[in-house]
């Protein structure tokens, strides 16, 4: 039977979890069971929740011994969107105490409605040349308040020194000095002038309903791939977004305002459900989350599970795992050991700080990337490349 | 300027919460200050953000010791919509730790953007035809899997028992049994045939690019009233709805989902931001909160500044208060000393649960009112009034 899987963290003093789980799989459906007669049940049968899994974890916490419960809540009783099955199996219990939403295992028959990432982890990699390696990604940084000619400046350094992706920031809007049309277009052109096959996401903004028509405006007008804040609107957004075939180049999707839902250890929803599972399935082509090693850092198995999500096997394509914040060149080789090869290292200061400019960074990543891959430790590959040998030299090695 | 101030509750264990509310003010908005020459803090200085207030609470939690700061955006730095004024506020900031926003403060030029309620609490008092008293709500129950004949029988019992609203369950989606059009349309006729002024919430479900025209369909069937799960889709998602001027009857905002972001107690959005100050300036009618009684409950503080958010002088029309979960006739005394006269008393158990069916239940509800609202004890009232009487005598009386 088609049917959606929903796994809670939840508490419970008396550790009376079986008549819980029975409570959310009766209450989240039909409401009653026992008292029905006969004839109703067996009219009822197919939209009855079922309690698939009750484990306690053995962990003891001031709101109880904790366990993780999982609940079937068939398709029958749902439209195939995410807001109706979020609302199904997460709406008024959210609102339950404490209790975690850790995980959604969707049947293949519901999975196939949803629409995954458009181009993915290969996509990607045709589209911007780069194979066998990490790609490398880089954002503008103080654009607010700049024209389009500040911009222009970042984004040549940028490509010149061998950035694959620029993204703009996540709180730079559609505004007068650099409108969004504008930045399309001098994206468009300076990229062809560097003679690299990189790609900038513009960020796409504005109001909900008008987010497609400008979306694909962007496209005609040469935009080649689009940061989403989709967060701050709705994964349907999203994946209304990326089921437009004329939207046709990636969607980066930005985790801004999703700290409110993932970060408290007890409340909302697992860090990885979000940022790799859902939207993956909603059609983002690359998931940013907060890498492990910065100060806006997310716990690692955290990191790693979202990358997991992101990447493993599904009916959908790979969405490219980028974890963000706090990343330099010298962390390079903790980056391929904790996310591999299909990753994006993504970088603001590490790029735009180094003592040689932006381009001087950026080269200081494609040459820390070369060496890691190549077998090469950092300070071997620093002998010989100045760029990196500085980035060492400022910001260090390891975590 | 017009501007929007966020305040946050936020902790560090030394204390530095200037540094940590420079650090807001400027990575939040042009990055940073001090080193920049003249000219440039010329160009940047109506984009830079500003601390407005830092103040310590005097509590001290495993996170560090607790202040309140308040930040000023510029509105010069996001467009006038609901996703970027998140996303700058609490985009990137919402990963950062542990930091909760409790609110925000909007200059009225920026408010003025937002339509707030088309109905609002007097709007919805003349379409009810109910004045001077706390209107009486109800939920269907148990629908899933049913079909419209059984809806319908409900439907006429409520209405027949005074119900002023009656509404969808938010589970409830467009499905083969009861879908969303055969809704409204026995909606419509079966309100006619009750002679009473009463509204039917229909809940407006289904993909998010679609809502609008479904809608203003369902308005041209003869839709009375919207249930909208907001929280499932988006602010701005219900702000388009609420804007649309063929979509010509009130909306109510669903909670469903809220509590992933609203229920951790140092993470995400306090209660009355999201559920009060949000959702009216984006336009519900009606506003769905857990009420400070029921298992499903609110902190008390929390609900009542929910209500109060949604009614407090403002340049928009005010949104009712609709306290839910575990309310039942003899709760109707606090709930009125609580939320007073511009609130809505909602109930499900409480109306069907009534040994009298969904009709003694609104009538014993609609008695419980007319006695507090004389300033009459409902046991006194219960003398005179059977389906009163056999409310209390079922489930009491008080908290």
Do not use: C
Request: charged share 25%; proline share 5%; hydrophobic share 40%.
């Amino acid at each position: 039977m088609s049917e959606v899987i929903a796994t809670y963290r939840l508490f419970d003093k008396k550790s009376q979890f079986e008549k819980k789980a029975e409570g959310i799989a009766l209450g989240l459906t039909i409401g009653s069971w026992t008292d029905l007669p006969q004839l109703e049940q067996e009219q009822l049968k197919n939209h009855k929740g079922r309690v698939v899994s009750i484990q306690e974890t053995g962990r003891e916490t001031e709101n109880g011994r904790e366990a993780e419960i999982s609940i079937a809540y068939p398709a029958a009783n749902f439209s195939a969107d995410l807001p109706a099955i979020l609302v199904t199996v997460f709406g008024k219990l959210s609102l339950d105490g404490v209790i975690r939403l850790i995980d959604l295992k969707f049947s293949d028959t519901l999975a196939k409605q949803f629409p995954g990432p458009k181009f993915g982890v290969n996509g990607i990699r045709e589209k911007t040349g780069a194979f066998n390696r990490p790609l490398v990604m880089s954002i503008f940084k103080g654009v607010i308040g700049r024209d389009t000619s500040y911009l222009e400046k970042q984004l040549y350094a940028q490509l010149k020194g061998g950035i694959d992706i620029v993204k703009d920031d996540e709180i730079l809007f559609d505004n007068p000095l650099t409108p969004f049309e504008e930045r399309v277009k001098l994206g468009k052109r300076v990229i062809q002038e560097s003679g690299k096959k990189a790609l900038y996401a513009v960020n796409l903004t504005g109001r909900t309903s008008e987010l497609k028509e400008k979306a694909r405006k962007g496209v005609e007008m040469g935009a080649s791939a689009y940061l989403f804040n989709v967060f701050a609107y709705g994964l349907d957004v999203l994946q209304e977004l990326a089921e437009d075939p004329a939207i046709s180049v990636p969607i980066m999707a930005h985790p801004a305002v999703s700290g409110a839902f993932t970060s408290a250890p007890f409340h909302g929803f697992s860090t990885e459900l979000v940022l790799g599972k859902l939207v993956r399935m909603a059609g983002a082509d690359f998931t940013l989350f907060p890498s492990p090693y910065g100060s806006v850092a997310l716990e690692r198995p955290a990191a790693l599970k979202t990358a997991e999500m992101a990447l493993e096997q599904s009916i959908h394509k790979q969405t490219f795992p980028v974890p963000s914040a706090g990343i330099h060149p010298g962390l390079v080789p903790v980056l391929y050991e904790d996310f591999g090869i299909n990753s994006i290292i993504n970088a603001g200061g590490g790029v735009h700080g180094h003592p040689n400019g932006a381009e001087g960074g950026g080269r200081a990543f494609r040459q820390a990337v070369d060496a890691v891959v190549a077998g090469q430790s950092l300070e071997e590959a620093a002998k010989e490349m100045e760029d990196l040998r500085t980035a060492l030299h400022l910001w260090g090695t390891g975590k």
